[in-house]
């Protein structure tokens, strides 16, 4: 007697990213109650084992897992092109706080969000951690959408476009926490101090004991640009990464973005601490903040994702392009074409990033009773064939655009490239008009 089942995925290439990286050619997934009942080849779960309520018939598909954002700035996309091709320091000090100042509000949130997820949910992306303003109203249009994410808003020393002190800001985060813990599960709260450099030692100590306490990720900027290294050294007399630790907040809840600038020293540090790092390539390059010492942390056995940053310093949120960054950059920096091979690209982009977020054990991979949060790109493209080597294929070849459809927690949320969870053209109508207010704005 066959089992019923919600949905039956039917022969496509299955890239498992499990911890024997197996492929699986002419697969199929069951999938029931929003999870990953089985996963072989399609003879061993067919439609005589198993009922499904739905087909995919996925020939000349290959299925990944969802892709996993580990750090952005989702909303900032409406701040796209803005401030380019300037330093960090001057593009945060000068264009982008005065434009937050100025236009970030709860309209503005549940707008732009709205464009973010659906560029990253049509790129592939199923989970991302967001450091930004007004998260409990992203919350709202996350729920609506089906993505997965960790939202936290960013903790200061000054003012913010929403707090008047760092009181404020957090007594706002545990009311974020308490809020998000009552929702579906799929957005989750976390801490968030922006950076060693913006935020005092007794506010980074305040916001590690919320982490503490609540069992939420502490998500922070960390030696992100030499400058900072600089600044915390005559400061404190020590790295930002030792000085974190000094501190006794760098634990294995911490998921550092860029950690571009950083010794041997602060690599070991890292590891004993079980933190996780996000690597950021695309918005580094771009911002020339420096280049995060990748192939040093995986040989340590640091935990290492990927992430966008925001689309105002990449410029866009499609973490294809990150996992093939990745996986070139580290290349010419080393002068050596094995650093950061494509299996570490797509593992980073996917069962590396769940890690991060400490996640991996119910997404990140294509295994039994995992979370149902796949992707499947269409392979009958020009730049797709011939196909060799799949693992090679999907970090080098593949890009956002071949994404055909996305599941979330069983969901489909993504059907032969079309969004079905929001009106794609009422999104990208209101970026537009947006856009058209910014452009004859002053600061």
Not at 151 to 175: A, F, Q, R, V
Not at 176 to 185: D, M, P, T
Request: proline share 4%; hydrophobic share 40%; charged share 25%.
């Amino acid at each position: 007697m066959s089992k019923e089942i919600d949905l039956l995925i039917s022969g496509c290439l299955a890239v498992t990213v499990n911890d024997e990286f197996s492929i699986i050619e002419n697969a199929g997934i069951a999938i029931n109650n929003g999870k990953i009942i089985a996963i072989d080849k399609v003879e061993n779960i067919s439609t005589e084992i198993y009922k499904p309520r739905k087909i995919i018939f996925a020939a000349n598909k290959m299925a990944i897992p969802g892709l996993v954002n580990a750090h952005t700035h989702a909303a900032m996309v409406y701040f796209r092109g803005l401030a380019d091709d300037l330093p960090l320091k001057e593009w945060l000090e000068n264009h982008i706080w005065p434009a937050e100042a100025k236009y970030v509000n709860a309209e503005f949130i549940r707008k732009a969000i709205r464009l973010a997820v659906a560029e990253m949910l049509k790129s592939g992306t199923t989970i991302f951690c967001d450091m930004y303003f007004l998260p409990d109203i992203a919350a709202e249009v996350l729920e609506e959408m089906k993505i997965k994410a960790i939202l936290g808003s960013p903790l200061l020393d000054s003012k913010t476009p929403i707090t008047k002190s760092p009181k404020e800001g957090l007594k706002n985060t545990e009311n974020l926490i308490k809020k998000l813990r009552g929702g579906s599960g799929r957005i989750m709260p976390a801490v968030a101090p922006h950076a060693p450099y913006t935020c005092s030692s007794e506010l980074l100590k305040q916001a590690a004991e919320i982490s503490k306490e609540y069992d939420v990720p502490f998500h922070i900027h960390l030696s992100e640009e030499e400058w900072e290294n600089k600044k915390i050294e005559s400061e404190k007399g020590m790295s930002s990464i030792a000085y974190l630790n000094n501190l006794g907040v760098l634990t294995e809840k911490t998921i550092a973005a860029h950690v571009n600038w950083v010794s041997t020293h602060d690599i070991e540090i890292l590891k004993e601490a079980g933190a996780g790092v996000v690597h950021n390539p695309q918005s580094n390059m771009k911002l020339a903040t420096g280049i995060c010492p990748v192939p040093d942390l995986l040989k340590a056995g640091v935990k290492v994702g990927l992430g966008t940053d925001g689309a105002t310093s990449n410029n866009d949120l499609d973490m294809f392009g990150e996992m093939q960054t990745a996986a070139r950059l580290h290349k010419i920096a080393r002068k050596d074409p094995t650093a950061v091979n494509a299996k570490e690209a797509i593992w980073m982009a996917t069962k590396g990033g769940a890690k991060v977020l400490g996640l991996d054990e119910t997404i990140g991979s294509l295994e039994a009773n995992k979370k149902a949060d796949i992707v499947l790109l269409d392979m009958d493209k020009p730049h797709l064939v011939p196909l060799y080597d799949v693992h090679s294929q999907l970090a080098y070849s593949v890009k956002g655009s071949d994404v055909d459809t996305v599941i979330i927690d069983g969901r489909t949320v993504v059907e032969n490239g079309d969004l079905l969870v929001c009106d794609e053209e009422k999104i990208i109508s209101e970026a537009r008009t947006f856009s058209r207010k910014l452009k004859g704005a002053s600061f």
